[in-house]
């Protein structure tokens, strides 16, 4: 069975200052991950993709995540935090189920908190 | 690019009374469609899915039942709500590969 873990409910990081989002996934078999970021009241906006290809995955924002097969992990990155960048961000993992579906399993979410 | 509309965007219904949303997807065909539920405070919880015209996959066994009458329309329902069906509803639609993308979403509150 997939499951993700995002490993902090909360993270608060200053104005320009680096963001690090944790997410460790477990998959029997090379998944694709995704990060999306959720503002208020919005819906989910896809920030980047892991399909397999590159490692280091870049994104929109200035956002990029490294897949670690080692480590299982999919963490989230950002060399400096901007106030627009206060939202939640989901980590997502992506069995391929019947018909070319993609049931997405979801992390419980990230609040991130941008301190001027 | 697909563009996904979502109405209405707010909703406060009795409990006991129907539900109907709708979902619709413009700029591709024959899409993957999905709906969730974000329940406050909590991750999102996929609802039902399908793969073409009258065809509907449910995941979780509830209150709602799904829809699609046409090829870029996804409706979801209810005939008696409860309580526990507040929520923050959104459809997505599946990219060429296996990215979704996420309508604006319906909140719906259920007093």
């Known amino acids: 069975a997939q499951s993700v873990t995002q490993l902090d409910s909360h993270v608060s990081v200053s104005e320009g200052t680096p963001v690090l989002l944790r997410c460790n996934y477990s998959s029997s078999y090379s998944p694709s991950l995704f990060w999306y970021v959720q503002h208020p009241n919005k819906g989910l906006q896809l920030l980047l993709k892991?399909?397999?290809?590159?490692?280091l995955v870049k994104g929109i924002n200035g956002f990029e995540a490294e897949f670690k097969k080692s480590e299982t992990s999919f963490h989230l990155t950002k060399p400096s935090a901007h106030m627009s960048d206060a939202a939640e961000y989901f980590c997502?993992?992506?069995?391929?189920?019947?018909?070319?579906?993609?049931?997405?399993?979801f992390g419980t979410g990230t609040r991130l908190k941008v301190l001027a | 690019s697909q563009t996904i509309h979502q109405w209405p965007a707010t909703l406060v219904q009795p409990v006991g009374s129907p539900l109907s949303l709708e979902c619709t997807v413009e700029g591709t065909s024959n899409p993957n469609l999905y709906w969730y539920r974000q329940a406050a405070g909590r991750g999102l919880q996929l609802l039902f899915y399908s793969v073409g015209i009258g065809q509907i996959s449910s995941e979780v066994p509830q209150n709602l039942s799904a829809s699609r009458p046409q090829d870029r329309q996804f409706i979801l329902s209810s005939k008696k709500l409860l309580l526990s069906d507040s929520g923050f509803y959104l459809c997505?639609?599946?990219?060429?590969?296996?990215?979704?993308?996420f309508g604006p979403g319906t909140r719906l509150t259920v007093l």
């Open positions: 997505a639609c599946q990219g060429a590969y296996n990215e979704q993308f």
């Open positions: 997502v993992v992506s069995p391929l189920g019947t018909s070319g579906t993609y049931k997405y399993i």
């Open positions: 892991y399909t397999s290809a590159a490692t």
